[in-house]
């Protein structure tokens, strides 16, 4: 639906009915609830009707429903001010903490950075830049807490196409009952970590963060080097502070 309560525009009304129909997953819609859950004018839903049909994206079923006829789905769940708000805050986090700061996103099988910031003072380098891509197949603290958010339909149609191993600097391949132990380990986890870092030497610490209907949005990350610490107990519980 719109993103604040600024007056609809011709284009969000069309992208709300757009979405209304993708949510809908084929099955068969009354124009006139449509209308009503959209908060659109029987009018102006038959107007985007139309221009939909005659388009082909949607086929009538009759006179008063109507069937999608496309795949519409945005891989990043995020509007334009969450964006912003979300570069200020990692900023700040980085700054303050001497951390990097990711935000990861999922597309398709893979995960997607989609934004990171730094210190100018950090003595370290991470391969994994904004437009960085990479699979799941290595169930380190990313890959965890996300295929922890998936529901087991979703997780045993991956097992047909990705060899899950574990992280660090010794990877091994993992069957299918012991990856499934490592994802299960993570579902009631909200921060998570690998504090012997991963083959590069770095270490992160990462939650996930849902929309307002409780969906999967995105990661948060922050990666340091993997050195070691006088007192990890204490440096785990900043760092999830941090997070949290």
Not at 5 to 14: A, E, K, V
Not at 40 to 52: C, H, Y
Not at 176 to 197: H, M, Q, S
Request: charged share 25%.
């Amino acid at each position: 639906m719109a993103q604040d309560d600024r007056p609809t525009t011709p284009n969000d009304r069309m992208l709300m009915v757009l979405e209304y129909l993708s949510g809908a997953k084929q099955a068969p819609v009354r124009q006139a609830d449509m209308a009503r859950d959209c908060g659109i004018s029987p009018a102006t839903l038959s107007r985007i009707i139309n221009v939909l049909s005659e388009w082909g994206y949607v086929l009538r079923t009759n006179k008063n429903q109507v069937i999608g006829n496309f795949r519409f789905q945005r891989n990043v769940r995020m509007s334009e001010s969450y964006q912003l708000f979300l570069n200020t805050m990692i900023t700040e986090i980085g700054a303050q903490h001497n951390l990097v700061v990711e935000v990861i996103v999922n597309a398709g099988n893979d995960l997607f950075w989609q934004s990171s910031t730094a210190p100018s003072n950090r003595s370290f380098s991470l391969r994994a830049q904004p437009g960085f891509r990479r699979g799941l197949m290595e169930l380190d603290v990313l890959s965890r807490l996300y295929l922890a958010r998936l529901s087991g339909e979703q997780l045993r149609s991956l097992f047909d196409r990705v060899n899950f191993s574990t992280t660090g600097v010794h990877m091994k391949l993992l069957s299918e009952p012991e990856a499934l132990e490592v994802i299960e380990a993570a579902r009631p986890k909200l921060v998570d970590w690998d504090f012997d870092g991963n083959r590069q030497g770095i270490r992160r610490f990462a939650t996930y963060i849902t929309d307002p209907e409780g969906n999967f949005a995105h990661l948060l990350s922050l990666a340091e080097p993997a050195t070691p610490t006088r007192d990890r107990s204490a440096h785990e519980a900043e760092i999830s502070e941090i997070l949290n």
